[in-house]
């Protein structure tokens, strides 16, 4: 019995890790402030140099989730930037679903 139970427990984690699996992308443009309605934003962007494509829509700049480091992006704003992390879709009541890039490299 404890076989079994060992064995569906290593199957349901790897059935989970098949769908924790996220989209990485790297980006490059331009540093941004961004605005929304009710402050449904990260407050950050990037004016992207060449459109991306999500879900069929096409997008000239994507939000940034800094991720928890503590770093201060005035020094950066308006300058170009490279950014590589976890492409995620976030909700909200005024935005609806929105795009984010959780960073995990930064570069300018």
């Not at 984690?13 to 924790?20: G, I, N, P, Q, R």
Request: hydrophobic residues 45%; proline residues 2%; aromatic residues 8%.
């Amino acid at each position: 019995m404890r076989k079994i139970g060992l064995v569906l427990v290593a199957l349901a984690t790897l059935f989970l890790c098949s769908f924790a699996h996220a989209d990485e992308v790297t980006v490059t443009g331009t540093l941004t402030r961004v605005v929304a309605i009710g402050g449904e934003t990260t407050g950050w962007g990037v004016k992207l140099d060449s459109p991306l494509q999500i879900e069929g829509r096409t997008f000239d700049l994507i939000e940034i989730d800094m991720g928890g480091k503590k770093i201060n992006l005035l020094p950066f704003e308006d300058m170009k930037v490279k950014v590589t992390g976890e492409l995620v879709k976030r909700t909200g009541i005024e935005r609806k679903a929105y795009w984010v890039i959780v960073v995990r490299t930064f570069s300018w």
